[in-house]
């Protein structure tokens, strides 16, 4: 997609040279969480230790299983993480931090070498700060991802989302110098007698990847605003500015003109109290009073912020296409892949109505 010389974009942009193109905002904040130095080592040996405990022994697993149902842990399982899935990491330590202590107890239990390496990894206080760290964080950019995933996000209500985070992880760095209101489990972890510098650094340097992904973003605020409330735009020749500035065929006049007359008028801003910003720019503003905003609105409500539907497509084509059906033709794939994608409502009562029935004679 991406290649400098036959990449798709590069491909487009010799048609069009002042095409815009970034990398799928879910996949850049993907990429500013990535662990490093003690952290990575710490989340590596919990995945073996998971690993050993689920994967190695189906009987030591069911063990494990009924050991929890017997000391009512509050889950009776691990989850297992797989790097493919983004969400997994922290959903991996969260179930983990729940059951810990169970699952120290288990592993004291059992007579190998490695249940006695994990065993003195599980003892380590140092080693149990950072799990607890990484799960509260974790949390955190869990909810961001979550908040960047679906079919009908547009560009402007993701960086929302971006730019919402950025301003919560400085929130989240003097928590963590303070009484760790957002970090329940450090708090209970550390009890006040522990050393958060690296938390600190860690949080830092998230600020800083986040910053340089993104502060050079190239839909600005105005623009932003533009879409999602054109009525509170209050310097009318800045957001002009940056119109024309991302969209060279826009001429500054009209589009500070229109600007004037939309904000006047009562009736549009009652509607656009009344509905989403998609719905107002696409079915309310009239495309002859108002013909440059809207086509600025379209070329940004256009734009894919994410590649969540692609990879939403690859997840349901992985479904249909099973080893039991391995003689379903590219045709009959791309007719299912049609009818699961979709948002098309049949009316199956009127086609029902239509049907005749076939009488034997």
Known sequence: MMGR?????????????????????????????????????????????????????????????EFLREVDANSDDLLLHNNVRWLSKGRVLERFWSIRREVAAFLEELESQKASNFT???????????VAF??????HLNG?????????????????????????????????QGDYTHFPKVKEQVQGHGDVSSFVDFVDKLIENFSKRFDSFSIGEQLTLFIQNPFLITDVRAF????????????????????????????LK??????????FWLQMVSETAFPDLKKVALFILTMFGSTY?????????NIIKTTYRSKLTDEHLHMCMRMALTSFKPRFK????????????
Not at 153 to 161: A, D, G, K, P
């Open 134 to 139: 990484l799960a509260d964080i974790m949390s």
């Open 350 to 361: 009127m086609l029902a109505g239509q049907a005749k029935a076939q009488f034997s004679h």
């Open 120 to 130: 003195v990894f599980l003892n380590d206080k140092k080693n149990m700060d950072i």
């Open 270 to 279: 009652e509607q656009f109290g009344r509905t989403d910003s998609a719905t």
């Open 5 to 65: 010389e036959k990449g798709a974009v590069a491909r487009m942009k010799k048609d069009n040279a002042e095409l815009i193109s970034y990398h799928c905002i879910i996949h850049q904040t993907v990429l500013c969480s990535t662990l490093s130095d003690e952290y990575a080592e710490v989340m590596k040996t919990m995945m073996k230790m998971i690993n050993f405990l689920r994967a190695s022994s189906s009987c030591q697993h069911r063990m494990l299983r």
């Open 144 to 176: 961001l991802n979550l908040q960047l995933q679906g079919k009908n996000n547009s560009i402007c209500e993701l960086m929302t989302s971006v730019r919402s985070f950025q301003r919560k992880l400085h929130v989240f760095k003097e928590d963590l």
């Open 309 to 317: 539907s692609c990879e939403a497509a690859f997840s349901t084509m």
């Open 240 to 267: 002009s500015n940056d119109v024309t500035h991302h969209f060279k065929w826009a001429n500054a006049g009209p589009l500070q003109m229109q600007m004037v007359d939309l904000q006047a008028d009562v009736a």
